[in-house]
């Protein structure tokens, strides 16, 4: 994907993507880096963090319909090592403490495991 429609996505982060961005953005969890909308081959992911070979994805309703491409999807970034963790608008907006106490065990975990 091209370096300017991620830029785009970068601006027009939705409300449940940014408030996760806020978060993860300077080293807030668990001290380690996460980019937004990072592309790895021709996909663009939400939140990566290379350190840990981990993607963040906020899924939208849209996902509803588009299960076959992102199964598709999820096969090739896993095929490259990484490990993703999903979560939908409706669980950022109604349980954010879950959701992001569950990014960060995720992060302990692979930490501890890249020692």
């Known amino acids: 994907m091209s370096l ?3 830029r785009h996505l970068r601006k027009e982060l939705t409300s449940p993507e940014r408030i996760i961005w806020q978060k993860l ?3 807030r ?3 380690v880096k996460f980019r937004r909308q990072h592309s790895i081959g ?3 992911v939400d939140f990566y963090c290379s350190e ?3 993607i963040v994805e906020i899924d939208g309703d849209v ?3 588009q299960r076959k491409d992102d199964k598709i999807r999820e096969i090739f970034l896993e095929n490259r090592g ?3 963790i999903r979560y939908t608008n409706y669980e950022v907006r109604t349980n954010l403490i ?3 106490e569950d990014i960060l065990r995720k992060c302990e975990e692979l930490k501890k495991g890249n020692r």
């Open 25 to 27: 953005r300077n080293r």
């Open 63 to 65: 996902h509803i319909y």
């Open 98 to 100: 879950g959701v992001l």
């Open 4 to 6: 300017k429609y991620r």
């Open 42 to 44: 021709k996909f663009i």
């Open 82 to 84: 990484l490990k993703i």
């Open 52 to 54: 840990l070979n981990l």
């Open 29 to 31: 969890m668990g001290d």
